[in-house]
């Protein structure tokens, strides 16, 4: 559920919450510029209380409540009113253009916004030190495990992707623990990819999950997970935003690994793109 629907519901909060969510639901264009302590001033509560409704509502505190209110923010006219990136049949074709720009550019802004520096140093250093990436993937999400799979190699990491999901079983019970997983879910539920990803436990191989959705069963099972934004529905792109959310992650640690082996990496391309020119 959106933070602007929990906000705009009015349920279960106190005299003193509700009168922080007016403030910021009226003055949206404020809020990422206001610290706790500015919150509370302008209320005229206290800066407990703005954290204490930060927890009410499932985040860890002010800090991501600021970032997830502002990114929710940004996609409509007024947190009161209606989305304005909704595709519907009113839309004419020059509108969709607009709006499909709009949802992907918005959806890579928020994945950066929240992306921890410090997780992408963890998985920077289990793929370097990995004897070869393996991908998991199901349905739309095998699109971008077969892309990133196709830089990886580039990188000069051997990497292997299964279409077929009984492929994609034999490859994480023979994988060894040298190897690396990756696992692409956009909910972190999928039934099949848990079963997975508790395999590859057994076999003690790393695994890094790519999701929409922080915690989910997945998380649990993965040693890393590095959150990309999908939280629209159906009509704002959800799936699509998704791929391209994660498209976005996985060019960030292509780039990452260029950067890190820049000589190899280019000398490696270089020769490729003389062979494929003849």
């Known amino acids: 559920m959106k933070l602007l629907d929990i906000l705009k519901a009015k349920e279960n909060f106190s005299p003193t919450e509700q009168v922080i969510i007016d403030y910021v639901m009226e003055h949206y264009q404020e809020v990422a510029s206001l610290s706790a302590r500015d919150l509370a001033e302008k209320t005229y509560t206290s800066s407990a209380a703005v954290v204490r409704l930060s927890q009410k509502i499932g985040l860890k505190g002010y800090a991501e409540f600021k970032i997830k209110f502002t990114s929710e923010a ?133 695994i890094i999950l790519v999701t929409a959705v922080k915690p989910s069963s997945l998380t649990k099972l993965c040693d890393e997970t590095l959150w990309v934004s999908s939280e629209r529905e159906f009509n704002e792109l959800g799936t699509m935003v998704f791929l391209s959310a994660a498209k976005y992650m996985f060019d960030v640690l292509f780039s990452v690994l260029f950067a890190k082996h820049y000589e190899s990496t280019l000398s490696r391309n270089e020769f490729f793109e003389k062979i494929f020119r003849v």
């Not at 949802?103 to 004897?131: C, F, M, R, S």
């Not at 508790?198 to 790393?206: A, D, F, G, N, S």
């Open 74 to 206: 940004m996609r409509v006219s007024s947190p009161a009113g209606f989305y304005e990136n909704s595709i519907t049949n009113k839309d004419s074709i020059l509108s969709i253009l607009d709006k499909v720009a709009r949802i992907e550019i918005e959806a890579i802004q928020e994945t950066k916004n929240e992306i921890n520096v410090g997780q992408i140093i963890k998985a920077i250093h289990l793929i370097d030190q990995a004897e070869h990436i393996d991908f998991y993937a199901m349905d739309n999400n095998l699109r971008i495990a077969k892309i990133a799979c196709y830089c990886f190699l580039h990188a000069g990491k051997l990497s292997t992707v299964n279409s077929a999901v009984n492929a994609q079983y034999v490859q994480a019970l023979a994988s060894p623990r040298s190897h690396v997983a990756f696992i692409i879910s956009r909910t972190g539920e999928n039934k099949k990819l848990i079963e997975i990803a508790e395999i590859l436990k057994t076999r003690k191989v790393k």
